[in-house]
């Protein structure tokens, strides 16, 4: 068995991601969305809410980055606001029907082909595939606790 060397696996999932991306949105004729809209809408599962600054924490982007993108989403359709009743100064965000489609339109198709493409490969391969994705889906759980807020006080170990 050979070492884990996290170059290599840097270098498949950036092109892995994008063949998928790719070909499940042909399959379904699907829009392009940009990263930072997917990134909302996957924090908005459906019958759930947020404030921007709950996204923007959430998320490790700024408040103002969010607030724009939510603009261009909700022209686009993908969101909805609406006023907080208890008080109306402030808005909840939530993923609209159409984006939830799109989004389970993408997730059917990314199985479809997933499932087709590893149908191809030797049974050591597809039982090495069932073996990583917890490891995998670990490693981005340790990858998102270690993003930086943008909007958080820098802590001491943050600082050179």
């Known amino acids: ?61 700024s408040r103002p980055t ?6 261009t989403m909700e022209h686009s359709g993908l969101i909805a606001r609406r006023q907080r009743d208890d008080d109306r100064r402030r808005v909840t965000v939530a993923a609209s029907a159409k984006a939830l489609d799109l989004f389970d339109r993408f997730d059917r198709a990314s199985a ?9 490969l030797p049974d050591g391969d597809r039982d090495a595939l069932a073996a990583a994705v917890p490891a995998l889906d670990r490693l981005r759980a340790a990858l998102a606790g270690r993003r930086p807020n943008p909007s958080a006080s820098p802590t001491p170990e943050d600082t050179p």
């Open 1 to 61: 068995m050979s070492a884990f060397d996290p170059a290599d696996l840097a270098a498949v999932i950036s092109p892995l991601r994008r063949t998928l991306l790719a070909a499940a949105r042909a399959a379904e004729d699907l829009p392009e969305i940009p990263d930072a809209q997917i990134e909302i809408i996957r924090a908005l599962p459906a019958g759930s809410v947020a404030t921007p600054g709950e996204l923007a924490a959430r998320l490790g982007m």
């Open 112 to 120: 479809r082909l997933i499932a087709a493409a590893a149908a191809t």
């Open 66 to 71: 969010v607030s724009n993108l939510l603009r």
